[in-house]
């Protein structure tokens, strides 16, 4: 090998370990590089016990329903995206789709999801939660249909329901405007007596009275629980979708009844906020999964930039984003900051 070839052959080394390198600083932490999936909110992200890690979350269209599926949460960046359902052209569901989430109940796959008319104006915000189901074990290939319109205690706007199981009783937690009470839409938890239906009056678990939930709008919204160390923890989202859109968290211990309401405390600062430092504006509408060796991750949206031009909610840049959490000396979670885009410390 003349001198031109080796310093060829070094060169061509340097280059191909230098690119290894920065493949090895791209992948980040387990492979999760931040956004994990751009311009998906209200991203739901879980691990079922087939294996799978499962992810849907609102479109910018708001027009229709998809699901993605990996063996690990980084796969769920390049994952192919199913369309399960798209909303109607007339009626109740012909208008914006948004904050779906997908469960196993009764043995069936349900996605409940958030629905209103088309048509303009105000009506296109008369909100109300619906359910699709599947009629096959396999929600990524089995065939998705409407199940019908969940039955609330009152007929006002309502989104962002999830489902969990306690004590052997499975729970509805959601948001809702409450008649009679001046706000956007508070918490509400009750036990389910079927897919569609509940088995009892709900509890009314947080109203947005806080500064910090109060910011644009008055709002409590997007439930999402977590059962650790003797407790029962639900965040929440509050205030405005734009960069003052954070987190705040209930908690309850494990052995009271978690229908009184009393039971419940309340933190009194956000739980999690926009980072100046980390250029992650708006983090909210959470959910919870476990990484592949069973470390806690804290799923949720956020924008790259603060700025908005018109309506936040049609400021399509909202992107699922992922990272762990631990907890404090008390066993509370302390989420920390949102952490900058690129590969996950």
């Not at 492979?31 to 799978?52: C, E, K, M, T, Y």
């Not at 690990?72 to 399960?84: F, Q, S, W, Y």
């Not at 052209?89 to 796959?109: N, Q, T, Y």
């Not at 969940?150 to 729970?171: C, E, K, P, V």
């Amino acid at each position: 090998m003349d001198l031109i070839d080796r310093r060829s052959f070094v060169a061509g080394t340097m280059v191909l370990s230098a690119t290894a390198a920065a493949a090895r600083v791209a992948r980040g932490r387990d492979g999760i590089v931040n956004p994990l999936v751009r311009q998906r909110a209200d991203a739901q992200v879980f691990r079922h016990s087939d294996g799978w890690y499962y992810m849907t979350g609102s479109v910018p269209e708001y027009d229709r329903l998809v699901l993605r599926r990996a063996k690990t949460i980084a796969g769920l960046a390049a994952a192919e995206e199913r369309v399960l359902w798209r909303h109607l052209a007339k009626g109740p569901l012909s208008g914006f789709i948004w904050a779906p989430e997908m469960h196993r109940i009764d043995g069936r796959w349900i996605m409940y999801f958030a629905a209103g008319p088309s048509g303009g104006g105000e009506d296109v915000f008369r909100i109300r939660t619906h359910a699709i189901a599947c009629d096959g074990l396999d929600p990524m290939t089995g065939k998705w249909d409407v199940l019908g319109q969940f039955q609330m205690a009152w007929d006002s706007f309502n989104l962002d329901s999830t489902s969990f199981i306690h004590r052997g009783t499975r729970y509805f937690a959601w948001a809702q405007r409450e008649p009679g009470i001046d706000t956007n839409s508070n918490l509400y938890i009750a036990p389910m007596a079927s897919a569609l239906t509940l088995a009892a009056k709900p509890a009314r678990l947080s109203v947005p009275t806080l500064e910090w939930e109060i910011q644009g709008f008055k709002v409590n919204e997007a439930p999402a629980v977590l059962h650790r160390n003797g407790r029962l923890f639900m965040t929440y989202s509050a205030s405005a979708t734009d960069a003052r859109y954070c987190m705040g968290m209930l908690a309850v211990r494990d052995d009271v009844d978690i229908m009184d309401a009393s039971k419940w405390s309340k933190s009194q600062v956000p739980v999690f906020k926009t980072s100046l430092r980390n250029k992650v504006f708006g983090p909210g509408h959470n959910s919870f999964t476990v990484d592949e060796k069973g470390r806690d991750m804290l799923v949720y949206h956020g924008r790259d930039y603060e700025k908005i031009v018109g309506d936040p909610l049609f400021d399509p840049n909202r992107h699922t984003r992922v990272q762990p959490f631990g907890y404090t000396a008390e066993g509370v979670p302390d989420f920390g900051e949102p952490v900058a885009n690129g590969p996950l410390p």
